[in-house]
């Protein structure tokens, strides 16, 4: 019940393209969606998060859809860029414990010139 | 601001010896966390500090593996004996307070022969 499921593994667009990433949980406690992006050598990195009072939150070109009742949020990136190559994680937390970031698998995602 | 900063980055050992890794959370942080990424397991929490004091302590592996923090600017996680197995990227976090944004270092990569 503590798992974050994401999907897909890795991804590849070609530049412009919009790819989506997706995650499941199980645990109705979790209030806190963050999205982190990590680059070869480096420590993650928060990108977006949302709260599930709402549906969808923006930050630049990158959006998270939020669905409350399935249980499920992606990461949308507009207009991806070369520079955007990078793995991706989602994490949830929960009120009773709001330091444990339950991270998902991570996903590869590569952005082509 | 220095961010979260972790020495050594870099660590390759014999499998019995000791290892210590070391972490100076950002100035201010309350909130220290050690995690441990892996291929197969990805990214774990392993011990969770609130002003200077574990809280969790649950996602320890063993007791070969301790963490100490003995004021706020300053924390070890060590390994003793290491084994092959404790081969991974460890990374230290630390946040403002429980609940907010987490802040990772650059990580050390430990590599037990």
């Known amino acids: 019940q503590q798992q974050v499921k994401q999907s897909p593994q890795s991804l590849i667009v070609q530049k412009g393209g919009i790819p989506i990433i997706n995650c499941a949980y199980e645990?109705?406690?979790?209030?806190?969606f963050p999205w982190y992006q990590q680059f070869p050598g480096k420590g993650p990195a928060l990108l977006i998060a949302i709260r599930p009072d709402v549906s969808e939150k923006k930050e630049g070109r990158f959006t998270i859809s939020f669905n409350k009742s399935a249980k499920q949020f992606s990461l949308h990136i507009m207009d991806s860029q070369p520079g955007d190559s990078a793995t991706y994680f989602c994490?949830?937390?929960?009120?009773?414990?709001?330091?444990?970031?339950?991270f998902g698998s991570g996903t590869r995602l590569l952005v082509r010139p | 601001d220095a961010g979260v900063i972790q020495s050594p980055r870099h660590e390759v050992t014999e499998m019995g010896q000791e290892v210590t890794l070391r972490c100076k959370p950002i100035?201010?942080?309350?909130?220290l966390f050690w995690y441990r990424q892996t291929m197969m397991r990805g990214l774990e929490l392993l011990i969770y500090f609130n002003n200077n004091v574990p809280i969790d302590d649950s996602g320890m592996p063993e007791d070969r593996f301790s963490a100490k923090m003995p004021n706020a600017s300053f924390s070890t996680l060590k390994i003793q004996p290491s084994e092959p197995r404790d081969s991974a990227v460890y990374f230290c976090?630390?946040?403002?307070?429980?609940?907010?944004?987490?802040?990772f270092g650059p990580g050390t990569r430990l590599l037990v022969l």
């Open positions: 645990n109705t406690a979790f209030d806190y």
């Open positions: 976090a630390s946040s403002l307070i429980a609940g907010e944004t987490q802040y």
């Open positions: 100035s201010g942080h309350n909130s």
């Open positions: 994490a949830a937390s929960g009120m009773d414990s709001s330091y444990k970031l339950i």
